[in-house]
C-alpha cells in the first residue's frame, strides 16, 4: 500500500493551498486518514484527521483556516489550507490507518509535501 501526496507549493501569507494524498495497493478499507506536519527543528505535529465515518479533529492552531475531507471510494484525503500564514511552513505528511486484504492492519505514511509560506 502507498500514500501519495501532492499539491504544495510556495505561497505567500494569506494565500491557499489544496493537498491531497491518494492511497494505492492490496486495500481493504481504511479508518483513519491525516495530515501531519514537520518544520525544520520541529517534532511531528498533527493537522487534521478524519475518521471514515466523517468524525474530524482538528489542531487548534488551523481551526477555522483548514477543511479536511476524503473520498472514501477513491481512498483519497484533502487538506484545503486557507489563510495561510508564515509558521504554517512546513513538510506535510499524509498519514492511513489500512486494513489490507490480508486483513492486516498498519499505519502508512505518504513522502511528504513542502508548503513555504511567505511573508
Known amino acids: 500500500v502507498q500514500l501519495q501526496a501532492s499539491g504544495g507549493g510556495l505561497v505567500q501569507a494569506g494565500g491557499s493551498l489544496r493537498l491531497s494524498c491518494a492511497a494505492s495497493?492490496?486495500?481493504?478499507?481504511?479508518?483513519?486518514m491525516g495530515w501531519y506536519r514537520q518544520a525544520p527543528g520541529k517534532q511531528r505535529e498533527l493537522v487534521a484527521a478524519?475518521?471514515?465515518?466523517?468524525?474530524?479533529n482538528y489542531a487548534d492552531s488551523v481551526k477555522g483556516r483548514f477543511t479536511i475531507s476524503r473520498d472514501n471510494a477513491k481512498n483519497t484525503v484533502y487538506l484545503q489550507m486557507n489563510s495561510l500564514k508564515p509558521e504554517d511552513t512546513a513538510v506535510y505528511y499524509c498519514?492511513?490507518?489500512?486494513?489490507?486484504?490480508?486483513?492486516?492492519?498498519?499505519?502508512?505514511w505518504g513522502q511528504g509535501t513542502q508548503v513555504t509560506v511567505s511573508q
Open positions: 498519514n492511513a490507518d489500512v486494513l489490507d486484504r490480508d486483513y492486516t492492519r498498519f499505519g502508512t
Open positions: 478524519i475518521t471514515r465515518g466523517g468524525s474530524i
Open positions: 495497493g492490496s486495500i481493504f478499507s481504511i479508518n483513519g
